[in-house]
């Protein structure tokens, strides 16, 4: 379908443009990593289980990482009018949201893939098995907090004091994503099946399903002139 | 205008005054005292209501983010404004009474209980909605930026509702007069009384505050013609 | 049980508080805005006609 070429290309464009630079990913990956080393100092790791405390730390992490990469890719998008030039195309409002949608998720979950088997190693806490559950987990949860985050994000950068508005809009909003992310990466981590996290599960699905398809539609009135 | 129109500012303040004043003596003198919790729990009365209210308020700002979109009327968004400002109040009230009647009782000022959660969390998406609808200049860009944030909150709040239930459980509440669970029926007239004490109040206010809302619009439409005017 | 009249008499105080100052600037909105509303209006009518 044209929609998901034209938003496949802008996927691409943003992946080739921090191809070139890494600046963002790598500005993302090393505050995350400052954030769980900052994180290792709030709590006595030695006495406290990493398997119960450890989904908030991680996703803690990830949220606020995934501020920096939401911002990013509308503020790029200001300089120079882009914007104008993308909408002028003519692009469908739609593609460019699932355009950047999966571009931030793609920023994110790069970041995810290596800071888990990190904090795996730096709180000594075992992984193997669980490896796929996580992915999962990964996925899903990170899917809603893009794809309204996409929305969001494109709504603060054309506000004042947008860098403000954005974390406050986002973590009100995603408050029943990240306790299912919370909840679903405990159960993963302490070694259930998947099938025990089923309820969180649905409420993460049906966060992902209720606000990409919203953001989706009402992405066109936040880029329209 | 119609006699009934003009004597309207008049009239429902009065029968406002006169609801408030029976839900006061009812939750006062009427509802029995609560066996375990004593007469704190006629916090209670205008505490509950008062969510109950908040919530609604954010459903109709919902509702009118989503007709602005539909019908691009200024109208519909002075009434999403208006009724999550509103709304905003009648969140506070609920967020300072339930500490002061936890205190007491439970001896903890605030719980992270499922219910006392989501109202914390509807307020903070109610200052949002406030502050972007401050951060933007343009009239239009406001508009339609608050009805997407409009929108997007009020689908939220349900699903935050499930989500947080899940994660803490019920209101450990269980108010009663003698045995048995649940809302005591002998309490249950006051408590319906006192949701249509907030239904009123919530009436009157908004409609003091959607016309401030419109005449704000029409002031700078004023504006806009004098400058150009000037210009010519 | 008695000596909670103190939270009791807070928690109604505040609402009522809470209510009379949001009905107060709300008023004084109303008025300011009506007043500069008949301000402008007048300008608009003295303004030369061209």
């Given at each position: 379908m044209d929609l998901l070429r034209k938003a496949g290309a802008i996927w691409m464009k943003d992946l080739r443009l921090e191809w070139r630079t890494l600046d963002s990913i790598s500005g993302m990956f090393f505050f995350s990593l400052l954030v769980l080393v900052i994180f290792n100092f709030t709590f006595d790791f030695t006495t406290a289980d990493f398997k119960e405390i450890g989904p908030g730390v991680l996703w803690v992490t990830f949220t606020f990482a995934g501020i920096l990469s939401l911002s990013h890719s509308f503020v790029i998008e200001k300089e120079g009018d882009c914007m104008q030039g993308l909408l002028l195309a003519p692009v469908d409002p739609g593609s460019i949201y699932i355009g950047k949608m999966l571009s931030n998720l793609t920023m994110m979950l790069g970041v995810e893939v290596i800071l888990v088997p990190l904090s795996a190693v730096l709180f000594n806490y075992p992984i193997y098995g669980k490896m796929g559950s996580l992915a999962a987990v990964l996925g899903v949860s990170t899917l809603g907090f893009a794809g309204v985050g996409t929305l969001l994000g494109a709504l603060t950068a054309r506000t004042r004091r947008g860098e403000v508005l954005l974390p406050l809009l986002l973590f009100s909003i995603c408050v029943p994503i990240i306790i299912a992310a919370v909840q679903t990466t405990k159960v993963v981590m302490r070694g259930g099946p998947l099938s025990d996290a089923k309820e969180w599960f649905m409420i993460a699905a049906a966060f992902d399903a209720v606000f990409v398809s919203a953001s989706f539609l009402t992405f066109q009135f936040i880029v329209e002139e | 205008m119609s006699t009934f129109r003009k004597s309207l500012p008049y009239i429902l303040p009065l029968i406002l005054f006169a609801m408030v004043v029976k839900g006061l003596h009812g939750a006062f003198f009427e509802a029995p005292t609560e066996a375990q919790m004593g007469d704190v729990q006629r916090i209670f009365y205008f505490h509950a209501p008062a969510g109950i209210m908040a919530f609604l308020a954010f459903a109709v700002t919902g509702v009118a983010s989503f007709l602005y979109l539909w019908r691009k009327s200024l109208l519909y968004d002075v009434v999403a404004h208006a009724s999550a400002e509103v709304g905003l109040v009648f969140c506070t009230i609920v967020l300072v009474t339930g500490p002061l009647w936890a205190?007491?009782?439970?001896?903890?000022?605030?719980?992270?209980?499922a219910r006392l959660t989501m109202t914390l969390v509807l307020w903070l998406i109610y200052v949002s909605y406030v502050l972007v609808r401050g951060y933007t200049d343009d009239r239009d860009q406001q508009a339609r930026f608050s009805a997407v944030l409009g929108i997007v909150g009020a689908l939220d709040i349900y699903i935050v509702y499930k989500s947080v239930t899940w994660w803490r459980g019920l209101h450990p509440v269980v108010l009663q007069?003698?045995?048995?669970?649940?809302?005591d029926p002998e309490m249950r007239p006051v408590f319906i009384f006192c949701i249509f004490v907030y239904l009123m109040l919530y009436a009157c206010l908004m409609a003091i505050r959607v016309p401030i809302g419109c005449a704000e619009d029409e002031l700078a439409r004023l504006r806009e013609a004098l400058a150009r005017r000037r210009r010519a | 049980m008695k000596d909670n009249f103190g939270y009791l008499f807070t928690a109604y105080t505040f609402i009522w508080v809470l209510l009379a100052v949001y009905l107060g600037i709300l008023m004084g909105k109303q008025r300011s805005i009506r007043r500069r509303i008949d301000e402008l209006s007048e300008k608009l009518e003295n303004l030369p006609k061209n």
């Open positions: - | 205190r007491p009782v439970w001896g903890t000022w605030w719980t992270w209980e007069a003698s045995g048995g669970g649940g809302l | -």
